[in-house]
């Protein structure tokens, strides 16, 4: 199974902000790649997909890159509504995996 | 545009059975493949498995085979997940959540079921 390890598993912002959150496969899934946001008591939701393609909706305020083993979300300027927790998830092959989630909270 | 709506949330006892549903109010239900994710409580995301309604063809994850089936109505556009003798452990939030391609991302997801597993 390809892992995907989450880094920071927490982070703590402020509104306005600029944060990261990176996402390292095992092995390499080329830009197979997805990026979700999960709010408390809510079903996931796609912000981008492909590694860098935002889903439609999504404030352009996200923005995802990488690809290989490596890759990156990251919110330009946090909003309150951005408080969450993010989940990548690879596509490359079977079985899909979730990284483990990184929890962002205000500071 | 598809639109997920899932069955209500169960309370069950140790060995029982249960079958929960994933429902398509689209119009395309056999163009998507349709994925199962486990949530357990506090923790993280995981894929169970996926079934294109079109020819029912289902993967499941090595995780997952063989302590649940897949499967899908086409005539009423649903999905199902069920489980022939639950455990405590199966208590969890199932998410429902279609994809374009089978390994792909998900887009939209149901709005999850609750199965508390419980003597």
């Known amino acids: 199974d390809i892992q995907l390890t989450q880094s920071p598993s927490f982070l703590s912002a402020s509104v306005g902000d600029r944060v990261t959150i990176t996402c390292r496969a095992s092995q390499a899934i080329s830009s197979y790649l997805a990026w979700y946001q999960q709010k408390p008591g809510k079903a996931p939701k796609l912000l981008i997909y492909a590694a860098s393609t935002l889903q439609s909706g999504v404030p352009s305020r996200f923005s995802g890159s990488g690809s290989g083993t490596e890759f990156t979300l990251t919110i330009s300027s946090l909003q309150p509504e951005d408080f969450a927790t993010y989940y990548c998830?690879?596509?490359?092959?079977?079985?899909?995996?979730f990284g483990q989630g990184t929890r962002l909270e205000i500071k | 545009e598809v639109q997920l709506v899932q069955s209500g949330a169960e309370v069950k006892k140790p060995g029982e059975s249960l079958k929960i549903s994933c429902k398509d109010s689209g119009y395309r239900f056999t163009n998507y493949w349709i994925a199962w994710v486990r949530q357990m409580p506090g923790k993280g995301l995981e894929w169970m498995g996926i079934?294109?309604?079109?020819?029912?063809?289902?993967r499941y994850s090595p995780s997952f085979q063989g302590q649940v089936t897949i499967s899908a109505d086409k005539s009423t556009n649903t999905a199902y997940l069920q489980w022939s003798s639950l455990k405590p452990s199966d208590t969890a939030m199932y998410y429902c959540a279609t994809s374009v391609s089978a390994p792909g991302w998900f887009d939209p997801w149901g709005q999850g079921t609750l199965v508390t597993v419980s003597s």
């Open positions: 079934i294109y309604p079109g020819d029912s063809d289902t």
């Open positions: 998830q690879q596509f490359n092959r079977y079985p899909i995996t």
